[in-house]
């Protein structure tokens, strides 16, 4: 359900008259070469779109508004060859509403020290044109990425694709909408927010349904399609015997189907991008969604579990950031702590909910029935298993009331200390960056909320221009965190934003 190639960016380059036909075309030769190898680039997701180069303010304004009505246009990369005098951009860059990056790179890698003349030095300037360009961006406060070096540089396509990467979720955010079962878990804070704010900040829409809307489409679900499913679930996973066709609690997994099929379909029919659901709010539903919720995750939905739809959003965005690079995303909660001597760790789970694309590569998942102690519905079917291992990064956004803030925590997944035969969840093993004492003080200083979007494949990069494109706070704990400094970087930051809207 995520195609990034249905994406453009696209490649901008600006200039001027004054240097004639011959050196325009010249330059026009060079920004389609440059753009063709983006586009190829295994780097950057996306198309990657030459446009004419941009000589006059009209021409650039122009673009700018195509860019904006374009449906698949989700971004542009910008370079100055030559010098593109920046007052000419006031106009186009003031009017665009689609995050861009501004790449520092030079067509010739190299300068041909015996041969070098004026002719090359004034079509090689970017060296000071992309400064001039760099001043207006400023001057207005735009904020873009800025990438520097060689432009057949691995390092440098690999960074321009983390902020593809990004703008993607950035546009997949805009219009999607998240379908809420239920409300808020009661009493809980950080699940809440202004969802108006949200959706004036983000883009996406959140639309609450009484589970009844849930029920009915659960009780619809077509016989053949649950038949088809619980199929696809004795194929897929390693399923306890008592579940089986003729096993004393089969009737238990075809609920789970049917539950699976009720919410594909609402969601399909919906065009939903993102879910949540509340185990106190389960009327008419005989379990608590636990395998359907795991698959829907591992098919490209957002999830949050107690009206949770901050994070269902930022599990779907994250999604789509890291949509065919390996390791998954999943909705996450900090569980349970193991403090030792080799160093305190993390207990990552949930009550049932975590997606299957982060499972470790070793068998088939299992698929049980046990009994869960909250909630009191009949035993959810759920999905057990232990996660990847290797860097992982978990993410929170949370309303401040005045405005949105981002955290994530860089943290390393290791295997258990033991096996856990008797957890009946799916679970990851952590050491968060650089320690326990220091990111858990740290994230609690920043209001950090229980639930996290937890991946392996996206960065704190991918996180920090996604933000960047949202224009809220990013606050990043990692190897170089110290508590004292944390924390005054949130006073700073408070004051920041608070200012930011008059500057
Ligand atoms: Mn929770």
Redesign the pocket.
Same mark, same amino acid.
């Given at each position: 359900m995520i195609d990034l190639k249905q994406y453009e960016i696209w490649f901008v380059t600006g200039s001027q008259h004054l240097y004639g036909p011959k050196t325009l075309e010249t330059v026009a030769e060079h920004s389609r070469a440059i753009a063709a190898a983006f586009d190829a680039s295994s780097h950057i997701p996306v198309k990657v779109v030459f446009k004419p180069v941009l000589t006059t303010p009209d021409a650039i304004r122009e673009l700018c508004l195509e860019a904006n009505s374009s449906k698949s246009c989700i971004g542009l990369i910008t370079w100055m060859h030559t010098f593109s005098p920046a007052k000419m951009w006031i106009a186009g860059l003031t009017l665009l509403k689609k995050p861009f990056a501004h790449l520092h790179t030079q067509y010739s890698r190299e300068i041909p020290w015996s041969t070098i003349d004026m002719d090359f030095m004034n079509l090689n300037q970017s060296a000071h044109g992309d400064r001039e360009f760099g001043f207006i961006g400023s001057r207005l406060r735009l904020e873009r990425k800025v990438v520097v070096g060689h432009w057949q540089d691995d390092e440098v396509q690999s960074q321009l694709g983390v902020w593809a990467r990004a703008a993607s979720a950035w546009a997949d955010w805009q219009g999607a909408k998240i379908a809420r079962f239920g409300d808020n %878990?009661r009493d809980v804070a950080v699940t809440e927010g202004d969802k108006v704010e949200a959706q004036i900040k983000f883009g996406y829409d959140v639309y609450g349904y009484g589970i009844g809307d849930l029920v009915k489409a659960v009780n619809e679900a077509n016989e053949a399609d649950v038949e088809k499913m619980v199929q696809a679930y004795l194929d897929e996973y390693d399923v306890m015997p008592s579940l089986q066709p003729g096993g004393e609690r089969n009737a238990s997994l075809r609920e789970g189907a049917r539950i699976e099929v009720g919410m594909r379909n609402f969601l399909q029919a919906g065009n939903f991008k993102a879910f949540t659901t509340t185990f106190e709010d389960l009327h008419g539903l005989a379990q608590l969604p636990g395998l359907a919720v795991q698959r829907l995750m591992r098919d490209g939905y957002g999830f949050g579990? /107690?009206g949770?739809w901050k994070t269902s959003a930022l599990v779907r965005a994250m999604k789509v950031m890291s949509e065919g690079m390996k390791g998954g995303v999943s909705f996450m /909660?900090d569980y349970t702590y193991h403090f030792s001597a080799s160093g305190d760790k993390v207990l990552g789970a +949930? %009550?049932l909910e975590i997606c299957e694309s982060i499972a470790a590569p070793f068998g088939k998942p299992k698929l049980e029935i046990l009994p869960l102690s909250i909630g009191g519905k009949a035993d959810p079917v759920r999905l057990i298993f232990d996660s990847l291992t290797g860097p992982a990064i978990g993410a929170s956004i949370m309303d401040m009331g005045q405005r949105f803030r981002m955290v994530a925590n860089v943290v390393d997944v290791i295997p258990t200390d033991e096996p856990l035969p008797n957890l009946p969840v799916a679970r990851a093993l952590w050491l968060p960056r650089p320690n326990l004492k220091v990111a858990a003080a740290a994230w609690i200083y920043a209001g950090g909320a +229980? +639930?996290t979007s937890f991946s392996y494949s996206v960065t704190a990069e991918h996180l920090q221009d996604f933000a960047d494109m949202a224009g809220i706070e990013f606050l990043l704990i990692d190897e170089n965190t110290r508590v004292q400094e944390f924390k005054e970087k949130l006073r700073w930051n408070d004051l920041y934003f608070h200012l930011s809207k008059g500057l």
């Open positions: %878990m579990a /107690e949770d /909660e +949930h %009550m +229980h +639930h």
